[in-house]
């Protein structure tokens, strides 16, 4: 110890006597247009004992001075009309106390769908001009719909994390290319390569709130075995201990966090007492929900004065001629969404406490972005049971959902609400999601909350603005430019405009006059006042309602006509061909020619030409370990005949638990051993199970278990002959009636060795339950 000291004191000796040390790096002007920026030229030295030099200065990037902490909440599927601060049935008292405090813009707008609007929101760009065209899951070989954002268009979160801000991103995600998200990626265009320091959340583009495949980074989240576990308090809470850790190393550097929950996106799923707080509050019904809302728009201001309530469309069902099973059945579903919302504005609000209890709500610049389109119809008539009954083409019955309904919201429901719930929630419009022709789908209630930088209080804006405007206010606000080259590529220009100007102005000249928009055919423009559309299809409607060339337009002048219910395309039919021609030079402009209209085609690749990872392969061979593989880089068994061939090792116990599973409990199938004895289930949607089992159990050792499915043909979603082999020998057989046409799930994956997420077999479970408690060195799935 005494020689440890003597040699520390004739340290500090020696270091006292050196020169001052620069504690900062040298004043001078960065160049913040070409990011990275660049260090400065390394010194060289010729002096031999470092007694001698003094340290050159440290070079840190650091953002502007006084530059804002940045917050984005955006909200999934939730219409203008939803929330208590734009007039809503629903309480949500986190965004009106950011109101009150802060800015509403009700003339704000997004994509209509999902992938584009959170692609274009942290580009700045149109979703064309980044190959967001259309959800991820349906992307093309086109160029505007290829679903991989370009090197040219860096996000936003790149852009403030090369300038000093440290990034973080919580919830959904929904903008890698499907082919991307394996094991082999390329991770380009994950989170953490998009300019997020930080990832929690889902890949996909929904998740089950029970059950969630969730990511830290690229890194899969091992779920806890908490039966009260749901994934929007995790999320919060990750992001809750994300900013106070942040602040508490680096008081002085700004962060940015993209908050994102799933909600409320199917499935519909809420924590009971959150639901049982809604009871009976919706039994009035859509027709007359969806006056209050308008009324209560009209008397708070959110809308103009004089607007009209939009005819809703013919398909959707007056209240009062619906049955009384039917009543009850969509009013829990009400309900249930009721609650998701009620219970996710919470989150938000413990989330912004946070952020709070750092000292620093007052320059944190907060856009709280209640929905990235319109509210779902894809619930169609009756809603559902489970989700992805839509997707493949079934429709559900209110007499089974009845039997449900009690469950309705809780881990054996993956549900969505009746479309006619979408149209209330869109009010003052008449249109969803999907819809870009209509407001109703396209515009969003926006709340700008900045104490620091923003004067007004509790006031609204009333400029047309779009989520490409988000990403350039951000820049303006913390001090920075647009770059011109990021990475070493240089930047297509950001096409949004800058919403700083409207923030101390509630008159000012509105700056973003010319908007196109397009989702799978519904398209329009707006263009200083006035809105040429077509609707091509509903959400709802499973076919286009003519071909492209044949569409009828329709002309609104947006000015005096908030809820688009005047057509004006039979008396000014000028016009309307002026905005028809304008649409065309954008959509040239912005990659949105040719324009493709197909729907449930675009879920296979060979089809419209994207990547697909398997190619032409017809088999694939797999072992133990190999786990969480999503559906698009997956071999497709779909449609087709197939053969699982395992090679499984037998503890002399006997064994059990999952050899090969793909989906879970709403959609999927399963190959496994069941207290010693293999079989195969087919779930077809979570509706209907077929089971095919041995009758004897395997002898310890090496078994190959074998099973054949043979497709009977003519068409999707067919059925056909199971059957089951254990060394050759056959030991069961069975007819599977139904297979799904087109997907298990949005992110339930095939696993080997375990079943992860929920379920296929029920009485095998998931997770740690479903383990199999053998060895298995070898599967292989062939495709015919």
């Known amino acids: 110890m005494r020689l440890i000291t003597h040699f520390l004191t004739i340290g500090l000796l020696a270091t006292a006597s050196l020169p001052a040390v620069s504690a900062s790096p040298t004043p001078r002007s960065l160049d913040r247009s070409v990011l990275p920026i660049q260090a400065p030229k390394r010194p060289v030295y010729t002096e031999l004992d470092i007694r001698n030099v003094k340290t050159p200065s440290h070079f840190e990037v650091k953002a502007p001075a006084g530059a804002p902490n940045v917050v984005i909440v955006l909200i999934d599927d939730l219409g203008f009309g939803a929330t208590s601060t734009f007039g809503g049935p629903i309480a949500t008292p986190t965004l009106d106390k950011l109101a009150q405090n802060g800015l509403r813009y009700n003339n704000f707008h997004t994509t209509a769908l999902c992938s584009p609007t959170r692609a274009a929101l942290k580009s700045g760009r149109n979703h064309h001009t980044v190959n967001m065209g259309f959800i991820t899951e349906m992307a093309t070989g086109m160029p505007g719909n290829t679903g991989q954002i370009p090197d040219a268009t860096a996000p936003l979160a790149e852009m403030l994390r090369l300038n000093g801000y440290n990034t973080a991103a919580f919830g959904k995600w929904h903008e890698t290319a499907v082919w991307e998200t394996g094991i082999s990626g390329p991770y380009d265009r994950w989170p953490t390569r998009q300019g997020f320091d930080k990832f ?44 106070k850790y942040q602040k508490a190393l680096s008081p002085e550097k700004p962060f940015f966090v993209y908050f994102a929950p799933g909600a409320t996106h199917a499935p519909h799923h809420a924590p009971k007492a959150w639901i049982d707080k809604w009871k009976g509050k919706f039994d009035q019904g859509w027709d007359a929900m969806r006056q209050a809302t308008y009324e209560r728009q009209l008397k708070t201001g959110v809308i103009t004065a004089g607007t009209q309530l939009a005819p809703k469309p013919a398909a959707i069902r007056d209240w009062d001629r619906l049955s009384a099973d039917e009543k009850r059945l969509y009013a829990r579903q009400m309900e249930v969404f009721a609650a998701y919302l009620d219970y996710t504005d919470h989150e938000i609000g413990r989330m912004l406490k946070a952020v709070d209890s750092t000292g620093q709500a007052d320059n944190t610049l907060v856009f709280y972005i209640a929905g990235d389109n319109g509210a779902s119809a894809e619930g169609g008539e009756h809603g559902m049971f489970s989700e992805m009954t839509y997707f493949n083409g079934v429709q559900e019955k209110v007499a089974d959902m009845l039997k449900v309904m009690d469950k309705w ?83 297509i220009p950001m096409e949004g405009t800058s919403m700083v100007y409207s923030f101390d102005d509630a008159k000012a000249r509105e700056r973003h006059a010319t908007q196109y928009f397009e989702i799978a055919g519904n398209r329009a423009l707006y263009h200083d006042g006035w809105l040429a ?8 409607e499973r076919e286009v309602r003519r071909p492209l060339k044949d569409d009828v337009w329709e002309l609104y002048d947006v000015r005096t006509d908030f809820s688009l219910s005047t057509d004006l395309a039979a008396k000014n039919p000028k016009k309307l061909a002026e905005m028809q021609a304008l649409f065309m030079r954008e959509a040239a402009k912005y990659h949105v020619l040719p324009i493709d209209d197909r729907l449930f085609e675009r879920t296979l690749a060979e089809a419209v030409g994207r990547p697909d990872p398997m190619g032409k392969r017809t088999s694939l061979t797999l072992a133990e370990g190999m786990t969480g593989m999503m559906e698009n880089v997956f071999i497709n068994v779909k449609n087709k005949s197939k053969t699982l061939t395992a090679v499984i090792e037998v503890p002399q116990d006997g064994a059990n638990g999952t050899i090969l599973a793909q989906g879970g409990r709403f959609g999927g199938w399963s190959l496994y051993v069941k207290d010693g004895i293999p079989a195969y289930d087919y779930n077809f949607l979570g509706l209907q199970r077929s089971s095919i089992a041995a009758s004897r159990k395997l002898a310890p050792g090496k078994n190959t278990i074998r099973f054949d499915f043979a497709y009977d043909g003519g068409g999707m979603g067919k059925g056909g002959l199971g059957t089951l082999y254990v060394n050759d020998e056959k030991v069961g057989e069975g007819r599977i009636e139904h297979t799904q046409a087109a997907i298990f799930s949005a992110d339930e994956t095939a696993d080997v060795g375990i079943d992860l997420g929920t379920p296929v077999v029920e009485s095998i479970g998931a997770e740690a339950r479903s383990r199999f408690t ?11």
């Open 533 to 540: 559309r077509t609707i091509h299809r509903a959400a709802w």
């Open 774 to 784: 053998g060895r298995i060195p070898e599967v292989i799935v062939q495709v015919k």
């Open 409 to 491: 919201g809780g881990p054996e429901t993956y549900p969505h609400f009746a479309s006619g719930w979408a149209v209330a929630m869109d009010t003052p419009f008449a249109w969803t999601k999907q819809v870009a022709a209509d407001f109703g789908g396209t515009r969003n209630g926006l709340v700008v909350h900045w104490p620091k930088g923003i004067k007004a209080k509790n006031e609204q804006r009333t400029q047309f603005s779009h989520v490409i405007d988000v990403a350039p206010t951000i820049l303006q606000a913390a001090g920075l430019p647009e770059p011109r080259v990021v990475n070493g590529t240089p930047q």
């Open 200 to 243: 929690y959340g889902f890949i996909g583009g929904e998740t089950n709130q029970w059950a969630p495949y969730l990511f830290d980074g690229v890194t899969q989240v091992e779920l806890p075995s908490d039966p009260n576990y749901h994934f929007m308090t995790d999320m919060t809470d990750k992001a809750v201990a994300w900013v």
